[in-house]
């Protein structure tokens, strides 16, 4: 008969992801934006009247409500200190190439579309 080895166990900790509460409010804010548009089309064209647009109106409030409502668990796990999914509105810092000679932001890589001057690259001589 086979021996078998004979251990200790002790208390370990995992993390478990599954979906978040604010990660399926916008997924359900998408997909009613979507499914609504299209119900909203078919109404239409069904009544061959643009008096169903109205409903347009009442899909963006129900998009801004549960937008509205992720955010603000967002928030309130942010405070926490605990992790969230998504991002949370509002400015963020982000990296653009600019003007040595004007400081605009640029949209070429070869010149500079408010003073002109053509961008020297790094690899250039
Ligand atoms: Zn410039």
Same mark, same amino acid.
């Given at each position: *008969? !086979?021996?078998?080895?004979?251990?200790?166990?002790? #208390?370990?900790?995992?993390? +478990?992801?599954?979906?978040?509460? #604010?990660?399926?409010?916008?997924?359900? &804010? !998408? +997909?009613? +934006?979507?499914?609504?548009?299209?119900?909203?089309?078919? &109404?239409?064209? /069904? +009544?061959?009247?643009?008096?169903? *647009?109205?409903?347009? &109106?009442?899909?963006?409030?129900?998009?801004?409500?549960?937008?509205?409502? /992720? #955010? =603000?668990?967002?928030?309130?796990?942010?405070?926490?200190?605990?992790?969230? /999914?998504?991002?949370?509105?509002?400015?963020?810092?982000?990296?653009?190439?600019?003007?040595? =000679?004007?400081?605009? *932001?640029? =949209?070429? #890589?070869? =010149?500079?579309?408010?003073?002109?001057?053509?961008?020297?690259?790094?690899?250039?001589?």
């Amino acid at each position: *008969m !086979k021996e078998r080895r004979v251990t200790y166990r002790f #208390e370990a900790r995992r993390i +478990v992801r599954g979906v978040p509460l #604010e990660t399926l409010l916008d997924v359900t &804010a !998408k +997909v009613t +934006v979507v499914v609504g548009s299209f119900i909203v089309l078919a &109404a239409i064209v /069904a +009544v061959q009247s643009l008096e169903p *647009m109205i409903m347009l &109106a009442g899909l963006f409030f129900q998009w801004l409500f549960l937008r509205c409502i /992720a #955010e =603000h668990i967002r928030l309130q796990k942010k405070i926490a200190g605990i992790d969230f /999914a998504g991002r949370i509105s509002g400015p963020r810092l982000e990296t653009i190439w600019a003007c040595g =000679h004007c400081n605009s *932001m640029l =949209h070429s #890589e070869n =010149h500079c579309d408010n003073c002109g001057a053509r961008i020297k690259i790094d690899s250039d001589d």
